[in-house]
């Protein structure tokens, strides 16, 4: 296995416009995670599924995003009405309950520019 | 509310020990973690401890964890030009991240 990718590597979008990512998590991982990371700071926790289901969403998680994990395989971010403070990296882990600490194992990630 | 900290900048020269350094609040926290992100990649774990270990080695990587300072470092000895980077840590609770350390290396 590759490990954990994410498309696109880079989206530039114009205010109002909606986008959206994905994440491919490693196979057989049962959970994944998303998160968003701006300049200067440490990843900041959205929201965390476990197979299908979405278990925990943070605040900094607005009505106008939005996650999906269908088939408890891929993962979908959106991202509505985005605005410029949108703009972000936006990283997306997996991890195995299988595995002692949980570890997680991230992907490149999705850089957002919001014009 | 719950916060984790590091401090910003460390500056070795090749074949010293950095230290790194992060204190966290959430004491329920199960495992803490240090992570290592080099410039346009992805974060790469690098270690982890459970919160009633006090020391953990792993080749070159010391982690040592007070937990009743709420403490955690991360030892790196004989320092290289490669191990120049951002680490973070975080607390498995919330999954809670530190702001990042970045590490020079001068040769």
């Not at chain 1, 943070?58 to 959106?78: N, V």
């Not at chain 1, 990296?89 to 990630?109: H, I, K, V, W």
């Not at chain 2, 792993?58 to 320092?79: F, Y």
Request: include cysteine; glycine fraction near 6%.
């Amino acid at each position: 296995d590759t490990g954990v990718s994410q498309d696109p590597r880079h989206k530039i979008t114009k205010r109002g416009q909606n986008v959206t990512f994905r994440c491919d998590p490693i196979s057989e991982h049962n959970r994944l995670y998303w998160y968003r990371q701006t300049l200067g700071q440490g990843p900041e926790f959205l929201t965390y599924f476990q197979n299908e289901a979405q278990l925990e969403k943070s605040r900094l998680l607005s009505d106008r995003f939005s996650a999906e994990r269908p088939k408890g395989s891929f993962s979908t971010l959106e991202i509505q009405r985005t605005e410029q403070g949108d703009s972000a990296m936006y990283l997306c882990a997996s991890s195995s309950n299988r595995d002692t600490a949980y570890e997680q194992y991230f992907g490149p990630g999705t850089r957002l520019t919001v014009t | 509310g719950e916060d984790v900290e590091q401090s910003l900048f460390l500056s070795v020269r090749e074949g010293d020990s950095s230290v790194i350094n992060c204190t966290y609040t959430d004491s329920s926290s199960t495992y803490l973690y240090w992570y290592k992100q080099e410039p346009g990649a992805g974060l790469q774990l690098l270690t982890y401890i459970f919160s009633n270990m006090d020391m953990k080695q792993d080749q070159r990587l010391t982690v040592l964890l007070n937990k009743k300072d709420k403490h955690l470092s991360l030892r790196i000895a004989d320092t290289q030009t490669g191990d120049s980077a951002i680490y973070f840590c975080a607390e498995s609770n919330d999954m809670r991240f530190g702001a990042g350390t970045r590490l020079t290396v001068k040769p």
